[in-house]
């Protein structure tokens, strides 16, 4: 009897793991981009682009009473972000990261920023190429200046590739 009874709560278990498990180990959809720290994330962006074509960067978080001045909205719940800016330099480049909590609309945040970013953020220089884009929960700001278009669609390329 003890057998029996030892049989069928093994079953029970084996079931029960079968039904919760998950084909890809729980990960349902998650991609690459999804989990990625986020200044790792910078350094994957900058990836296949040469030295002399971007300027020297400094990549560090942002606080939450400093999005204003770097993602043109306010502090966003439960977000993380970090940018990469020139250290010291007067070129039109700014690489912003801005990851929002689970449940926030990352479609209307994106649209939000995009409204209200300013190309010409610097005194003397300004962006020509702006991109806002979003892909899971996190949102890329890439502003560059005239002749990094190449650079520029690096950038947004291998963001994207994050989640292909």
Not at 46 to 56: R, S
Not at 59 to 70: M, S
Not at 112 to 117: G, M, R
Not at 131 to 158: P, Q, R, S, W, Y
Request: with cysteine.
């Amino acid at each position: 009897m003890k057998k029996f009874l030892t049989l069928v709560l093994c079953a029970a278990m084996v079931l029960t793991l079968v039904a919760c498990g998950s084909k890809d180990g729980g990960n349902a959809g998650s991609k690459e981009g999804d989990t990625m720290d986020l200044t790792a994330m910078v350094d994957k962006l900058y990836e296949g682009i040469a030295a002399e074509n971007m300027p020297m960067v400094m990549t560090q978080e942002v606080p939450a009473d400093a999005f204003e001045g770097v993602f043109f909205i306010p502090a966003v719940d439960g977000a993380e972000g970090v940018m990469s800016e020139p250290m010291m330099s007067s070129v039109a480049w700014s690489v912003c990261l801005l990851r929002v909590a689970e449940g926030t609309d990352v479609e209307a945040t994106r649209a939000a920023i995009e409204q209200n970013v300013n190309p010409a953020k610097w005194l003397c220089v300004e962006a020509k190429n702006v991109d806002v884009i979003a892909n899971g929960n996190t949102i890329l700001l890439a502003m560059t200046g005239e002749g990094n278009e190449a650079t520029h669609k690096t950038i947004v390329d291998n963001f994207n590739a994050l989640w292909a």
